[in-house]
Structures are given as structure tokens and as C-alpha cells.
């Protein structure tokens, strides 16, 4: 739980009171950050060089403009159809961090968001605590990104895939 905590209060798009939020209304002016958010943005621009830029941290106006500017159990189901609109989104090569001063500068007008790697790191981070606790093997699964930590199962993991993270244990899904 502390795990998650802390990642929200660094890097979540949705809290006007984030690390993240203060980032992002910087103007291009450094930021000192603190080591989780520094982390997270390593973790994001590495994630945007092994994918050539696929995965990039720099898509946040693109997903404000796009609708996604709250958290899913905000946004109404039958609200107003989606409308496309393609462009390019600012380059994460312009990203600066400044290691031993522990700032992150963004390019004026960038938006980032983080929400593509920072969770499975957080998963990751948690299942490492949780497994040094509990002396075993530990699955953690936040909202789909799954990791693991410690010796596995004889049988393995039990991964069960649903259309809905509340349907009950008969519902239709896939064990994987």
C-alpha cells in the first residue's frame, strides 16, 4: 500500500498536488524532484529508447485532449463519441534530468505522463518488499501490470484474464 501511495503522490496526473502536476506547469524550467520521480522518468525515457519512441512519457496533452483528463470511474460510459486526431506528440529526447541535482527539466508546453511505466515499476518495487516480508514467493497485480518476486509455485502462477476486474471467480475469463 505504501508503494502506491508514494507513486501517487509523485507521479499522478490526476493530483494537482503531485510532484508530477508541479512538474508539468514548470514552463521548461528545472524541477528538483525526488528520487522516486526521478526514477520513474528514467525508467519512462528508457522505456522510449528501447521503443524507439512507441512508449514515450511526452503524450500527457495528447491523452488530456483525448478525453482521459480524470481517473476511468469519473468518465461516463455513454458520454459523447471519441474523435481522432493525429499529430505528433513532443519529442522525449528533449527531456533533462540532472542527476546530482536532482532536477528534471521539460521542454515549454510538454505534458507527462507516466501512467505506461510507472505502475509496473511500482508492481515490481511492491512485490520485492512484500516477498523480503513474507519469506515467498509474491504476485502483485495493480490493475493489470503483474509482477513477481521470490520462488514461484511448483504449479506456477494462476493468472485468471476477465473482461471486468469485479467479475466473480465464475465468470467467463481465461486462466492463464
Known amino acids: 500500500k505504501a508503494q502506491v501511495q508514494e507513486l501517487d503522490a509523485a507521479a499522478s496526473r490526476f493530483r494537482s498536488d503531485s510532484e508530477l502536476a508541479r512538474l508539468n506547469a514548470a514552463g521548461g524550467r528545472p524541477v528538483r524532484v525526488s528520487r522516486l520521480l526521478q526514477e520513474a522518468m528514467e525508467d519512462a525515457l528508457r522505456a522510449a529508447e528501447r521503443t524507439d519512441g512507441v512508449v514515450s512519457p511526452t503524450v500527457g496533452e495528447a491523452l488530456e485532449l483525448s478525453g482521459y483528463d480524470r481517473d ?21 529526447r528533449r527531456v533533462r534530468i540532472d542527476r546530482a541535482a536532482r532536477t528534471i527539466t521539460l ?8 501512467g505506461a511505466t510507472a505502475k509496473a515499476a511500482c508492481a515490481d518495487r511492491a512485490a520485492q518488499a512484500a516477498a523480503a516480508v513474507a519469506r515467498c514467493g509474491i504476485l502483485v497485480n495493480m490493475g493489470g501490470d503483474i509482477a513477481v518476486a521470490g520462488p514461484a509455485p511448483e504449479v506456477g502462477w494462476a493468472i485468471r ?16
Do not use: M
Not at 74 to 87: D, K, N, Q, T, V
Not at 165 to 174: C, F, L
Open 72 to 92: 476511468f470511474g469519473e468518465i461516463e460510459p455513454s458520454g459523447p463519441a471519441f474523435r481522432y486526431l493525429l499529430r505528433s506528440v513532443p519529442g522525449w
Open 107 to 114: 521542454p515549454p508546453g510538454v505534458q507527462v505522463d507516466l
Open 161 to 176: 484474464v476477465a473482461d471486468r476486474h469485479d467479475a466473480p471467480p465464475g465468470a467467463p475469463g481465461v486462466t492463464v
